[in-house]
């Protein structure tokens, strides 16, 4: 299995059991996330370093951002938009902007968060060419899907422990097709059934895969083979 986001980095210091795991991707959310999550990946080779700036996180450069991009780094992000009440939406669209561009002149996947602005995005990432990327947390709908798909065949979506409680996410689930579907955690948050209210771990992305395998009425054998497919193409680790 391979939980494709969690955040680990000093803000959210736990003890992680990776046993039944292959790998675990990083995501930052600032610069000192960025720089924590390489320090981190140096100390386990199943631990694979993201470097992003939240959008949340305007204050933070992309310049000094692209000084932390090394071989080991899989993926820019998370990044992107969150259009809540009193943002900065010009600033968010410039420092997404300043990451969608490291992505592509660096060849990293991008992990796109999106909240209350699927459709902004969506514009956005129409302007570019040779993106890959995962929307993070999907939450956009069924009929968002065929609009990201639309772009290239290269987007993925990133489903998390929330579609262990939400009914609605499993129809979601049901017409993401599957070989765009990877599996995430967002430890510390969005804890699985049945964990749910608790701080999420990233081994507990095997309630996602078992709950993705009863949706899809496959063996938890075949959808962890799928899943774990997917990420390798989208994140191209071996």
Same mark, same amino acid.
């Given at each position: ?18 046993? #039944? ?13 960025? #720089? ?9 080779? +199943? ?24 071989? @080991?780094? =899989?993926?820019?992000? @998370? ?9 900065? +939406? ?16 660096? +060849? #990293? ?10 459709? @902004?995005? /969506? @514009? ?17 709908? +069924? ?22 409680? *939400?009914?609605? /996410? ?22 699985? =059934? ?16 078992? #709950?993705?395998? *009863? ?24």
């Amino acid at each position: 299995m391979i939980d494709t986001h969690a955040h680990l980095s000093s803000r959210f210091t736990q003890e992680v059991n990776l046993e #039944k795991l292959k790998w675990v991707i990083l995501a930052a959310s600032s610069i000192k996330d960025s #720089k924590d999550n390489l320090e981190l990946a140096k100390g386990n080779k +199943k631990l694979l370093p993201a470097v992003g700036i939240h959008p949340q996180e305007i204050n933070d450069s992309v310049e000094e951002l692209e000084k932390l991009i090394c071989q @080991e780094v =899989v993926a820019i992000g @998370e990044c992107g938009l969150e259009f809540t009440e009193g943002v900065d +939406k010009k600033a968010q669209e410039k420092l997404f902007r300043g990451q969608i561009e490291l992505s592509l002149r660096y +060849k #990293k996947a991008l992990i796109i968060h999106s909240r209350e602005a699927s459709d @902004e995005i /969506l @514009e956005i990432l129409k302007s570019y060419k040779n993106l890959r990327g995962v929307i993070h947390c999907y939450t956009g709908g +069924k009929k968002r899907i065929k609009k990201f798909l639309e772009i290239s065949d290269n987007w993925y979506f990133g489903v998390d422990g929330n579609v262990t409680y *939400e009914i609605g /996410l499993e129809e979601v689930v049901k017409n993401i097709p599957r070989d765009r579907l990877i599996l995430e955690t967002d430890t510390p948050f969005l804890a699985p =059934v049945p964990h749910r209210g608790e701080k999420n771990r990233p081994e507990w992305v095997e309630f996602v895969y078992k #709950k993705v395998a *009863e949706i899809w009425g496959e063996s938890f054998e075949k959808t962890e083979e799928i899943i774990d497919e997917n990420a390798k193409r989208l994140f191209q680790i071996i």
